[in-house]
């Protein structure tokens, strides 16, 4: 009977494990549903701000613009800024991106470049400081689903950083979402900003529905309608001061673009974790149960060859 309650109490075990495993994949579930919706409600901003960095475009020529987010000049050291998760249970989510960023790395080092660590998330900060890794900067701590304040707040270090020639280029790297069960860590230069980056190409919008129980992520192709300003068109200030003071806030808004699509990418794979996770107690339970009533029938069976063989021996 020892043996049985062992069981018992196991089977309880795993259907609690069960619950929270299936409450933290319905919570992911929803948060998943706000970032769509923030992506969404920050989308006519991205638009317009595109329309009318491509009139400048048209009107000005980038490249003979003097401007300091414009500037090339010979890269010794490169800030790479990456974006992980503050929390686990997300599968290789926070691990992938640390491989990336250390293969990037390596890729640096090899060309006689020097790097620099600007750190989103606690998972990466506290594997590069066990490292002892070169880190300028780090945030931990920020909201599941990221604000413009906080894209703000990081851009302005960016920006701090390229400004002073701390570092002569910024890369993100950071978790691009594909869908529920896929997402591919990539690497974007953030500064210093390029005409070609400034381009605007069709977009995607993911949308998080469900379908016969089960939760799908539908996409719709977005794009930009781009139109260049009339000729007539007067400027009040010069184009340039114009370009000086939007280019900024593109790069917010491109921050910001990653942000949410990382936060999406770990909600997504949490989500998946904790769905594998569901299926596995629902299996373990199976065969729990199973060895439970081939025990208690062994158990039976056993008494009931006592009360025959006791009852021969009378």
Known sequence: ????????????????????????????????????????STRPFADRLAQVLYGLQNRLQFEDADLPLLKQ??????????????????GAYNSNIIKRTESRARELEAQGIDYKYIIVGRKATQYFRRREAPIEASYTGLEQIPTAAEASNIAD??????LSETVDRVELVYTRFVSLISSRPVIQTLLPLTAQG????????????????????EREKVSTETRSFPRDMIFEQDPVQILDALLPLYLNNQLLRALQESAASELA????????????????????????????????????????????AL
């Open 157 to 162: 270090e960016l920006l701090s950083l390229f």
């Open 73 to 90: 000049r010979e890269v010794k050291t490169v800030g790479l800024l990456v974006v992980s998760g503050d929390r686990g249970l997300c």
């Open 1 to 40: 009977m020892a043996n049985l309650k062992a069981i018992r109490d196991r089977i309880q075990s795993v259907k609690n494990t069960k619950k929270i495993t299936e409450a933290m994949r319905l919570v992911a579930a929803a948060k998943v549903r706000r970032a769509q919706e923030q992506v969404t």
């Open 269 to 312: 794979a949490r989500m998946t974790a904790m769905n594998n996770a569901s299926d596995n107690a629902s299996e373990l339970i199976g065969t729990l149960t199973l060895s439970y009533n081939k025990a208690r029938q062994a158990s039976i069976t056993q008494e009931i060859l006592e009360v025959v063989a006791g009852a021969e």
């Open 198 to 217: 400034l381009e605007t190409t069709d977009d995607e919008i993911f949308r998080l529905t469900t379908r016969g129980g089960d939760f799908q992520v």
